[in-house]
């Protein structure tokens, strides 16, 4: 029963009469029910995220009206980086092409969303489990075009904290040349012949 207050290409924001609470989960309904994933929330705005467009949805009082204003904007983004739907605290970087977010579900459901959903877009697990990289458990996909995402995940205040990060297969070749230059140069340092001293020892 909404209706229309304003709209452009990028957004619109509507009137109703209905109140806020009803009205916030009845947007989240239907928005998912058209597709679109929950990406994360703070109060008052929910996140969603289809492919690479990540719209915002805003519900609130009217003030000095009794009615309600819901508003939408969306955005595209870099990278399309899934999220559980019961994300908590969700953090997407375009500058850093990763999500970060909590859940209460333990590492092994995690780790069997992604293989699941990541394996429908071609991308696939390198290694059959994650393997541990400091306190963190991690898994890398790739996919045909060579390009990378790194799943970690780690116990954090009782929950598990998740962080998908992509990388470009141009942005992976040119990390490897960096780390094998690296290693060229300790091996050259190595072999190095050492300085040699001449020192003066007192006589006898």
């Known amino acids: 029963g909404a209706t229309t207050f304003y709209a452009d290409p990028n957004g619109a924001m509507f009137k109703t009469a209905a109140a806020v609470e009803p009205t916030a989960m009845e947007v989240s309904r239907l928005l998912q029910a058209e597709g679109w994933s929950p990406y994360g929330s703070v109060e008052g705005t929910q996140d969603f995220k289809r492919n690479l467009v990540r719209l915002k949805a805003s519900v609130g009082p009217i003030a000095g009206e009794g009615k309600t204003m819901i508003t939408y904007s969306a955005e595209k983004i870099a990278?399309?980086?899934?999220a559980r739907t019961d994300?908590?605290?969700?953090q997407y970087s375009d500058s850093t092409k990763q999500v970060v977010y909590d859940t209460k579900a333990d590492m092994a459901e995690v780790e069997k969303y992604y293989r699941e959903l990541l394996g429908k877009s071609e991308w696939k697990a390198t290694t059959d489990k994650p393997f541990k990289s400091g306190f963190k458990d991690e898994l890398i996909f790739r996919n045909p075009k060579k390009?990378?995402?790194?799943?970690?995940?780690?116990?954090f205040e009782g929950k598990r904290r998740v962080t998908l990060k992509h990388m470009s297969a141009a942005e992976v070749a040119e990390q490897e040349a960096r780390m094998q230059a690296e290693l060229d140069q300790k091996k050259r340092d190595a072999e190095k012949p050492l300085p040699k001293l001449k020192l003066t020892a007192p006589g006898g």
């Open 147 to 155: 390009d990378m995402l790194t799943l970690q995940m780690h116990e």
């Open 87 to 90: 994300a908590e605290g969700l």
């Open 79 to 82: 990278v399309d980086l899934p």
